[in-house]
């Protein structure tokens, strides 16, 4: 066990629809990341925060936002899905050190 | 840009043979290297790290060392078991610049019985 909590686990929605992921870093931790896992592109970091910030950004769409909140857990919010946006999303979080800890998942699927 | 490129599987090895997995890198600077291990149906693990070159990570008996001259971290173990069977990625962190990871596409192992 990490320490890092993805909600929900799975979630199946329909194309055009919204959606929101959910995650709490580790105790402590003030960075949170954003990954998105498929199968054709493999293991892409969308978007990083640390301490309520947005700190770097990578191959995130626009139709995808993501917040950290004071209490530091972070959301991911991806709208107007397509069917291309079925993946695996993980968070992780880290602390002082150069490691990442990764949350166990949560797995979208849009119909 | 910085990237890391690893052999692509899936790799298929009996059990007690000896496992390598190629990992290369680019990346300006010296960036930190690691394994991270994707067990079916979890999220990743680190499985090791290094941080600077000569540095050898190592943790469940497997091992990295972080070759600057080659720009290499390949991954290696002497006597694999069949619960080693996951994905493997090699990784790289940026130092000093933004904190983001940069990974392999993965590299899936079966170990059989």
């Known amino acids: 066990d990490s320490g890092v909590t993805q909600t929900p686990k799975h979630l199946i929605t329909a194309t055009g629809q919204r959606v929101t992921l959910r995650c709490s870093p580790r105790?402590?931790?003030?960075?949170v990341y954003w990954y998105q896992q498929s199968l054709d592109q493999g293991l892409q970091f969308l978007i990083q925060?640390?301490?309520?910030?947005?700190?770097a950004k990578g191959n995130i769409l626009e139709r995808f936002s993501a917040q950290q909140f004071p209490d530091l857990h972070s959301e991911l919010n991806l709208s107007s899905l397509e069917l291309g946006d079925s993946a695996l999303y993980f968070c992780?979080?880290?602390?002082?050190?150069?490691?990442?800890?990764f949350g166990p998942g949560t797995r979208l699927t849009v119909l | 840009g910085d990237s890391v490129t690893q052999m692509e599987g899936p790799v298929t090895l009996s059990e007690e043979a000896f496992l390598t997995i190629n990992c290369t890198y680019t990346?300006?600077?010296?960036?930190?290297l690691f394994w991270y291990v994707q067990y079916p149906g979890e999220g990743l693990q680190l499985l090791l790290k290094?941080?600077?070159?000569?540095d050898k990570g190592s943790n469940k008996g497997f091992e990295a060392t972080y070759r600057k001259e080659t720009t290499s971290f390949h991954l290696e173990k002497g006597s694999v078991q069949v619960s080693d069977s996951a994905v493997y990625f090699c990784?790289?962190?940026?130092?000093?610049?933004?904190?983001?990871?940069?990974f392999g596409k993965g590299t899936r192992l079966h170990i059989l019985p």
């Open positions: 992780a979080s880290s602390g002082a050190g150069d490691e990442q800890f």
């Open positions: 105790s402590g931790d003030l960075s």
């Open positions: 925060y640390y301490n309520g910030e947005e700190r």
């Open positions: 990346a300006t600077g010296y960036p930190s």
């Open positions: 290094a941080t600077k070159a000569d």
């Open positions: 990784a790289l962190k940026r130092v000093n610049r933004d904190d983001k990871i940069i």
